[in-house]
């Protein structure tokens, strides 16, 4: 989907009180990636509400963010945890050519941080006397953090601990657990993805990549490939997409999305590096 020739805005919801602004220029980056550390997106807004702005000094909310095109329905870009450290309002310079004295632009900026509460605030200490399987573990750790929806796209080895010591942050344990076994874990949205979705289903919905839509694969090692595209906001970690080049075909799983640009200028794109 290009942004080139459509009309192209950001919605943000606030559902804790019921608060929702669009109509406003935005600048935006952001980046999701599979890891333990949490996602964040950076926006710019210009020109907000007064009253909008008091509000994101007040609490650290949790916000979702949506783009649309036109009138196309709306697509979830980001959902995080407002960053208070991070708020600030300030006004545009004017430049020095100006003969006239027009109103200066004033622009707000603020940090979103994914899942900031589940990945940041937890500690688990629990020492398992007894045998314990892998499972049990994730399953421990995923209620600690507070995680109501586990979703598993790969069998789970049946290997089982005879002493097993969780110290830390459970989110931790779970990450380093799995990446022992070779199996991929992200979390998104609250939802905690354990393993890579099935190619076969993915097949029947998924983005489609070629030399028509996107630059040249790059290699970035020798186990990873970047292609950079147009504004894709419903791409995420964990996705496939199917690649349609000279050098390089098939369907390759998603392991970091990043996108970057403004709804005026409407120049944006998205970099997803894939897996191989």
Same mark, same amino acid.
């Given at each position: ?6 009309? %192209? ?12 602004? =669009? ?175 099935? =190619? ?30 147009? %504004? ?45």
């Amino acid at each position: 989907m290009g942004t080139e020739n459509l009309k %192209f805005s950001f919605i943000f919801k606030i559902p804790e009180i019921s608060l929702s602004f =669009e109509g406003f220029d935005v600048d935006f980056a952001y980046t999701k990636s599979l890891g333990v550390f949490p996602d964040t997106a950076f926006f710019t807004v210009w020109n907000l509400d007064k009253n909008v702005y008091r509000h994101l000094l007040q609490k650290s909310y949790f916000v979702n963010v949506y783009s649309r095109y036109s009138q196309n329905e709306e697509i979830l870009v980001f959902s995080g945890y407002i960053d208070l450290n991070s708020v600030s309002s300030q006004i545009a310079e004017l430049p020095l050519e100006c003969e006239s004295e027009p109103t200066p632009d004033s622009y707000v900026r603020f940090k979103l941080i994914n899942s900031k509460e589940l990945l940041t605030n937890k500690l688990i200490n629990i020492n398992y006397q007894k045998p314990v399987s892998i499972s049990q573990i994730i399953q421990d750790c995923s209620d600690l953090i507070g995680i109501d929806n586990v979703i598993v796209t790969t069998e789970l080895p049946e290997k089982v601990y005879t002493n097993f010591k969780a110290l830390g942050k459970p989110h931790r344990i779970i990450y380093d657990i799995c990446a022992s076994l070779g199996i991929r874990v992200n979390m998104q949205d609250g939802v905690l993805y354990i393993g890579s979705p099935n =190619e076969a289903l993915s097949s029947f919905n998924v983005l489609e990549l070629n030399n028509i839509n996107s630059s040249e694969p790059e290699y970035q090692t020798a186990n990873e490939i970047l292609l950079i595209t147009d %504004f894709y906001p419903q791409i995420c970690p964990n996705d496939f997409v199917k690649c349609d080049f000279r050098e390089l075909q098939g369907l390759y799983p998603v392991i970091k999305v990043s996108s970057v640009g403004d709804t005026y200028s409407r120049v944006c794109n998205t970099k997803i590096k894939i897996g191989i």
